[in-house]
Protein backbone atom coordinates (compact mmCIF):
# COMPACT_ATOMS: atom_id res chain seq x y z
CA UNK A 1 0.00 0.00 0.00
CA UNK A 2 1.63 3.54 -0.68
CA UNK A 3 2.12 5.68 1.99
CA UNK A 4 0.33 8.43 0.07
CA UNK A 5 -2.75 6.85 1.00
CA UNK A 6 -2.13 7.19 4.72
CA UNK A 7 -0.96 10.48 4.48
CA UNK A 8 -2.29 13.97 3.98
CA UNK A 9 -0.93 16.84 2.06
CA UNK A 10 -1.82 19.41 5.25
CA UNK A 11 -2.07 18.61 8.59
CA UNK A 12 -5.22 19.41 11.19
CA UNK A 13 -4.36 22.39 13.21
CA UNK A 14 -2.97 21.58 16.79
CA UNK A 15 -6.10 22.70 18.44
CA UNK A 16 -7.91 20.75 16.51
CA UNK A 17 -6.05 17.60 17.98
CA UNK A 18 -5.76 19.44 21.43
CA UNK A 19 -9.39 19.74 21.72
CA UNK A 20 -10.33 15.70 20.69
CA UNK A 21 -7.46 15.02 23.48
CA UNK A 22 -9.36 17.24 26.38
CA UNK A 23 -12.92 15.76 25.20
CA UNK A 24 -11.85 12.50 25.26
CA UNK A 25 -10.00 12.42 28.94
CA UNK A 26 -12.89 14.48 30.22
CA UNK A 27 -15.42 12.30 28.62
CA UNK A 28 -13.77 9.30 30.13
CA UNK A 29 -13.24 10.62 33.88
CA UNK A 30 -16.92 12.13 33.87
CA UNK A 31 -18.65 9.35 32.75
CA UNK A 32 -16.73 6.67 34.61
CA UNK A 33 -17.38 8.89 37.90
CA UNK A 34 -20.87 9.34 37.24
CA UNK A 35 -21.76 5.59 35.89
CA UNK A 36 -19.47 3.33 37.85
CA UNK A 37 -18.94 -0.48 36.63
CA UNK A 38 -17.51 -1.18 32.99
CA UNK A 39 -14.82 1.14 31.33
CA UNK A 40 -16.60 4.16 29.70
CA UNK A 41 -15.41 3.31 26.23
CA UNK A 42 -18.65 4.62 25.05
CA UNK A 43 -18.19 7.85 26.51
CA UNK A 44 -14.92 8.30 25.02
CA UNK A 45 -15.24 7.47 21.77
CA UNK A 46 -18.39 9.71 21.55
CA UNK A 47 -16.53 12.75 22.50
CA UNK A 48 -13.60 11.77 20.52
CA UNK A 49 -15.74 11.45 17.26
CA UNK A 50 -18.12 14.76 18.01
CA UNK A 51 -14.94 16.88 18.33
CA UNK A 52 -15.54 18.02 14.21
CA UNK A 53 -13.98 21.07 12.44
CA UNK A 54 -16.96 22.77 12.71
CA UNK A 55 -20.08 23.64 15.44
CA UNK A 56 -22.36 22.43 12.65
CA UNK A 57 -20.74 18.95 12.49
CA UNK A 58 -20.42 18.16 15.71
CA UNK A 59 -23.74 18.44 16.33
CA UNK A 60 -24.16 16.27 13.75
CA UNK A 61 -21.84 13.82 14.56
CA UNK A 62 -23.35 14.11 17.85
CA UNK A 63 -26.76 12.88 16.75
CA UNK A 64 -25.75 10.28 14.56
CA UNK A 65 -23.21 8.51 17.45
CA UNK A 66 -25.90 8.64 19.65
CA UNK A 67 -28.96 7.12 17.21
CA UNK A 68 -26.51 4.38 16.13
CA UNK A 69 -25.67 3.62 19.89
CA UNK A 70 -29.11 3.49 20.93
CA UNK A 71 -30.25 0.86 17.99
CA UNK A 72 -27.15 -0.85 18.73
CA UNK A 73 -27.34 -1.53 21.89
CA UNK A 74 -31.61 -1.94 21.86
CA UNK A 75 -30.50 -4.75 18.73
CA UNK A 76 -27.39 -6.07 20.58
CA UNK A 77 -29.73 -6.43 24.08
CA UNK A 78 -32.46 -8.18 22.49
CA UNK A 79 -30.62 -10.59 20.88
CA UNK A 80 -28.24 -11.53 24.03
CA UNK A 81 -31.17 -11.99 26.21
CA UNK A 82 -33.15 -14.37 23.63
CA UNK A 83 -30.02 -16.70 22.73
CA UNK A 84 -27.05 -15.36 24.99
CA UNK A 85 -23.74 -14.08 23.90
CA UNK A 86 -22.46 -16.89 21.22
CA UNK A 87 -20.13 -15.24 18.69
CA UNK A 88 -23.04 -16.01 16.13
CA UNK A 89 -25.42 -13.92 17.54
CA UNK A 90 -22.69 -10.88 17.62
CA UNK A 91 -22.47 -11.54 13.94
CA UNK A 92 -25.98 -11.97 13.46
CA UNK A 93 -26.44 -8.75 15.51
CA UNK A 94 -23.96 -6.98 13.06
CA UNK A 95 -26.21 -8.18 10.34
CA UNK A 96 -29.57 -7.18 11.55
CA UNK A 97 -28.17 -4.06 12.75
CA UNK A 98 -26.46 -3.37 8.91
CA UNK A 99 -30.11 -4.04 7.55
CA UNK A 100 -31.84 -2.05 10.00
CA UNK A 101 -29.70 1.34 8.96
CA UNK A 102 -30.18 0.31 5.44
CA UNK A 103 -34.06 0.03 5.10
CA UNK A 104 -34.21 2.93 7.34
CA UNK A 105 -32.27 4.58 4.97
CA UNK A 106 -29.68 5.62 7.85
CA UNK A 107 -26.37 7.45 6.89
CA UNK A 108 -23.37 5.25 6.26
CA UNK A 109 -22.06 6.80 9.42
CA UNK A 110 -24.69 6.07 11.60
CA UNK A 111 -25.36 2.14 10.65
CA UNK A 112 -21.78 1.62 11.02
CA UNK A 113 -22.18 3.09 14.57
CA UNK A 114 -25.30 0.82 15.12
CA UNK A 115 -23.09 -2.05 13.63
CA UNK A 116 -20.34 -1.31 16.11
CA UNK A 117 -22.28 -0.34 19.17
CA UNK A 118 -23.66 -4.38 19.39
CA UNK A 119 -20.39 -5.64 18.64
CA UNK A 120 -18.70 -3.58 21.58
CA UNK A 121 -22.05 -4.29 23.78
CA UNK A 122 -21.92 -8.37 23.08
CA UNK A 123 -18.19 -8.36 23.33
CA UNK A 124 -17.76 -6.49 26.82
CA UNK A 125 -20.96 -6.35 28.51
CA UNK A 126 -23.18 -8.75 30.06
CA UNK A 127 -26.06 -6.92 27.60
CA UNK A 128 -28.57 -6.76 30.79
CA UNK A 129 -31.25 -4.21 30.22
CA UNK A 130 -29.22 -1.91 32.96
CA UNK A 131 -26.57 -2.17 31.05
CA UNK A 132 -27.83 -1.30 27.98
CA UNK A 133 -29.21 1.79 28.98
CA UNK A 134 -25.87 2.98 31.16
CA UNK A 135 -23.96 2.44 27.10
CA UNK A 136 -26.91 4.47 25.94
CA UNK A 137 -26.70 7.32 28.66
CA UNK A 138 -22.47 7.08 28.46
CA UNK A 139 -22.68 7.57 25.01
CA UNK A 140 -25.26 11.20 25.43
CA UNK A 141 -22.73 11.82 28.18
CA UNK A 142 -19.20 11.50 25.91
CA UNK A 143 -21.25 13.56 23.39
CA UNK A 144 -22.12 16.20 25.28
CA UNK A 145 -18.88 16.84 26.27
CA UNK A 146 -17.49 16.72 23.13
CA UNK A 147 -19.88 19.30 22.33
CA UNK A 148 -19.30 21.62 25.38
CA UNK A 149 -15.18 21.52 24.58
CA UNK A 150 -15.57 22.21 20.68
CA UNK A 151 -17.77 25.28 22.03
CA UNK A 152 -15.71 26.61 25.19
CA UNK A 153 -12.21 26.43 23.19
CA UNK A 154 -11.98 28.77 20.10
CA UNK A 155 -15.30 27.13 18.33
CA UNK A 156 -13.55 26.93 14.73
CA UNK A 157 -14.01 29.20 12.30
CA UNK A 158 -13.55 28.58 8.20
CA UNK A 159 -13.86 32.08 6.89
CA UNK A 160 -9.76 32.88 6.41
CA UNK A 161 -9.11 29.65 3.26
CA UNK A 162 -12.26 31.00 1.92
CA UNK A 163 -10.92 34.43 1.38
CA UNK A 164 -7.50 32.96 0.34
CA UNK A 165 -9.23 30.68 -2.19
CA UNK A 166 -11.14 33.48 -3.59
CA UNK A 167 -8.01 35.87 -3.28
CA UNK A 168 -6.08 32.91 -5.73
CA UNK A 169 -9.08 32.81 -8.23
CA UNK A 170 -9.28 36.54 -8.58
CA UNK A 171 -5.63 37.57 -8.83
CA UNK A 172 -5.30 34.68 -11.59
CA UNK A 173 -8.63 35.72 -13.47
CA UNK A 174 -6.92 39.24 -13.67
CA UNK A 175 -3.77 37.55 -14.83
CA UNK A 176 -5.43 35.52 -17.22
CA UNK A 177 -6.89 38.85 -18.45
CA UNK A 178 -3.34 40.06 -18.90
CA UNK A 179 -2.06 37.47 -20.95
CA UNK A 180 -4.83 37.56 -22.98
CA UNK A 181 -4.28 41.12 -23.70
CA UNK A 182 -0.15 40.64 -24.58
CA UNK A 183 -1.48 37.75 -26.57
CA UNK A 184 -3.44 40.13 -28.71
CA UNK A 185 -0.59 42.29 -28.89
CA UNK A 186 2.45 39.85 -30.56
CA UNK A 187 1.87 37.16 -32.80
CA UNK A 188 1.86 33.97 -30.82
CA UNK A 189 3.36 30.61 -31.87
CA UNK A 190 1.68 27.21 -31.31
CA UNK A 191 3.26 26.27 -27.51
CA UNK A 192 2.29 29.86 -26.66
CA UNK A 193 -1.30 29.35 -27.23
CA UNK A 194 -1.35 25.63 -26.26
CA UNK A 195 0.12 27.26 -22.78
CA UNK A 196 -2.34 29.90 -22.88
CA UNK A 197 -5.09 28.22 -23.11
CA UNK A 198 -4.48 25.76 -20.17
CA UNK A 199 -3.52 28.61 -18.04
CA UNK A 200 -7.09 29.80 -18.54
CA UNK A 201 -8.96 26.61 -18.11
CA UNK A 202 -6.76 25.65 -14.84
CA UNK A 203 -9.13 28.67 -13.37
CA UNK A 204 -12.35 26.07 -13.78
CA UNK A 205 -10.72 24.27 -10.61
CA UNK A 206 -9.82 27.33 -8.48
CA UNK A 207 -13.56 28.68 -8.82
CA UNK A 208 -14.39 24.91 -8.05
CA UNK A 209 -12.10 25.21 -4.92
CA UNK A 210 -13.24 28.83 -3.81
CA UNK A 211 -16.96 27.85 -3.84
CA UNK A 212 -16.00 24.72 -1.68
CA UNK A 213 -14.43 26.78 0.98
CA UNK A 214 -17.19 29.39 0.88
CA UNK A 215 -19.43 26.06 1.82
CA UNK A 216 -17.09 24.83 4.13
CA UNK A 217 -16.67 28.34 5.72
CA UNK A 218 -20.62 28.63 6.32
CA UNK A 219 -20.76 25.63 7.87
CA UNK A 220 -18.30 26.75 9.99
CA UNK A 221 -20.21 29.70 11.19
CA UNK A 222 -23.96 27.48 11.80
CA UNK A 223 -24.45 27.32 15.21
CA UNK A 224 -21.38 29.45 16.07
CA UNK A 225 -20.94 32.02 18.85
CA UNK A 226 -18.59 33.73 16.74
CA UNK A 227 -20.44 33.89 13.53
CA UNK A 228 -21.54 37.94 13.58
CA UNK A 229 -18.21 39.16 13.54
CA UNK A 230 -17.57 37.19 10.23
CA UNK A 231 -20.87 36.86 8.41
CA UNK A 232 -20.11 39.93 6.42
CA UNK A 233 -17.05 39.10 5.43
CA UNK A 234 -18.25 35.59 4.49
CA UNK A 235 -21.14 37.67 2.27
CA UNK A 236 -18.85 39.17 0.56
CA UNK A 237 -16.76 36.38 -0.89
CA UNK A 238 -19.68 34.97 -1.95
CA UNK A 239 -20.68 38.06 -3.68
CA UNK A 240 -17.14 38.11 -5.29
CA UNK A 241 -17.31 34.44 -6.22
CA UNK A 242 -20.51 35.01 -8.06
CA UNK A 243 -19.73 37.83 -9.71
CA UNK A 244 -16.29 36.03 -10.82
CA UNK A 245 -18.00 33.02 -12.02
CA UNK A 246 -18.91 34.30 -15.31
CA UNK A 247 -16.12 35.93 -16.41
CA UNK A 248 -14.05 33.05 -15.91
CA UNK A 249 -16.31 30.96 -18.50
CA UNK A 250 -16.12 34.66 -20.47
CA UNK A 251 -12.28 34.70 -20.36
CA UNK A 252 -11.86 31.30 -20.85
CA UNK A 253 -14.16 31.27 -23.98
CA UNK A 254 -12.45 34.29 -24.83
CA UNK A 255 -8.63 32.38 -24.92
CA UNK A 256 -10.54 29.33 -26.41
CA UNK A 257 -11.87 31.29 -29.17
CA UNK A 258 -8.81 33.54 -29.97
CA UNK A 259 -6.67 30.01 -29.89
CA UNK A 260 -9.05 28.16 -32.76
CA UNK A 261 -8.66 30.77 -35.26
CA UNK A 262 -5.66 31.98 -34.62
CA UNK A 263 -3.50 33.46 -36.92
CA UNK A 264 -0.14 36.21 -37.48
CA UNK A 265 -2.37 38.98 -39.29
CA UNK A 266 -4.95 39.17 -36.24
CA UNK A 267 -2.44 41.32 -34.20
CA UNK A 268 -2.47 43.84 -37.19
CA UNK A 269 -6.18 44.39 -36.34
CA UNK A 270 -7.32 47.57 -34.69
CA UNK A 271 -10.14 45.79 -33.15
CA UNK A 272 -8.38 43.13 -31.70
CA UNK A 273 -6.08 45.78 -30.17
CA UNK A 274 -8.41 47.79 -28.51
CA UNK A 275 -10.33 44.58 -27.34
CA UNK A 276 -6.60 44.21 -25.19
CA UNK A 277 -6.69 47.43 -23.56
CA UNK A 278 -10.14 46.70 -22.54
CA UNK A 279 -9.20 43.65 -21.42
CA UNK A 280 -5.97 45.02 -19.15
CA UNK A 281 -8.62 47.76 -17.91
CA UNK A 282 -11.17 44.44 -17.03
CA UNK A 283 -7.95 43.17 -15.05
CA UNK A 284 -7.33 46.28 -13.06
CA UNK A 285 -11.26 46.18 -12.33
CA UNK A 286 -11.28 42.60 -11.05
CA UNK A 287 -7.69 43.03 -8.76
CA UNK A 288 -9.91 46.55 -7.68
CA UNK A 289 -13.02 44.24 -6.45
CA UNK A 290 -10.41 42.15 -4.48
CA UNK A 291 -8.72 45.03 -2.57
CA UNK A 292 -12.45 46.81 -1.85
CA UNK A 293 -13.33 43.32 0.11
CA UNK A 294 -13.97 43.46 3.83
CA UNK A 295 -10.73 41.76 5.63
CA UNK A 296 -8.55 42.61 2.69
CA UNK A 297 -5.00 43.88 4.32
CA UNK A 298 -4.83 46.44 1.03
CA UNK A 299 -7.87 48.19 0.39
CA UNK A 300 -8.00 50.47 -3.32
CA UNK A 301 -8.21 54.19 -2.64
CA UNK A 302 -9.21 54.18 -6.47
CA UNK A 303 -12.71 55.84 -6.47
CA UNK A 304 -13.48 54.70 -9.71
CA UNK A 305 -13.02 51.32 -12.00
CA UNK A 306 -10.71 51.26 -15.36
CA UNK A 307 -13.69 49.81 -17.18
CA UNK A 308 -15.97 52.84 -18.32
CA UNK A 309 -14.70 54.14 -21.34
CA UNK A 310 -17.01 53.19 -24.33
CA UNK A 311 -15.22 50.93 -26.66
CA UNK A 312 -15.36 52.18 -30.49
CA UNK A 313 -14.24 49.47 -32.94
CA UNK A 314 -13.57 49.92 -36.83
CA UNK A 315 -15.16 47.60 -38.86
CA UNK A 316 -12.99 44.35 -39.04
CA UNK A 317 -11.94 42.63 -42.18
CA UNK A 318 -13.87 39.85 -43.37
CA UNK A 319 -11.31 37.20 -41.98
CA UNK A 320 -11.71 37.97 -38.95
CA UNK A 321 -15.27 39.57 -38.42
CA UNK A 322 -16.42 36.60 -36.71
CA UNK A 323 -13.87 36.27 -34.20
CA UNK A 324 -13.72 39.66 -33.41
CA UNK A 325 -17.50 39.69 -32.50
CA UNK A 326 -17.44 36.73 -30.64
CA UNK A 327 -14.82 38.96 -28.27
CA UNK A 328 -16.53 41.68 -28.31
CA UNK A 329 -19.83 40.05 -26.94
CA UNK A 330 -17.94 38.04 -24.37
CA UNK A 331 -15.94 41.58 -23.54
CA UNK A 332 -20.11 42.89 -23.06
CA UNK A 333 -20.49 40.23 -20.54
CA UNK A 334 -17.16 40.71 -18.30
CA UNK A 335 -18.40 44.78 -18.36
CA UNK A 336 -21.95 44.07 -17.26
CA UNK A 337 -20.29 41.99 -14.96
CA UNK A 338 -17.37 44.23 -13.32
CA UNK A 339 -20.01 47.76 -14.10
CA UNK A 340 -22.89 46.19 -11.65
CA UNK A 341 -20.04 47.38 -8.45
CA UNK A 342 -19.14 50.58 -10.03
Not at 5 to 25: D, G, H, M, N, Y
Not at 186 to 196: A, D, G
Request: hydrophobic share 50%; proline share 6%; with cysteine.
Amino acid sequence: MSMTALRTSRRAPFLQVAKSAIATIAAWLIAGWLIPGPLPVFAAIAALLVVQPSLNQSFGKALERSVGVIAGVVIASGLALLFGQSTWVILIAVAIGLVIAWALKMTSGTGNQVAISAILVLALGAATPNYALDRVIETIIGALIGIIVNVLLVPPVSVAPAHRAVDALGEELAASLDRLADAFESPQSPPQLTELLLSARLMRPMRDAADAAIDAGRDSLTLNPRAARHREELTELERLLERFGPIVTQVIGMTRAFCDHYDDSLVAESAVRAIGEQLRRAAHDVRRELSDAPGHPGRSDEAAPALTTPLSVVAPSADHWILIGSLLEDLHRIHGELRETA
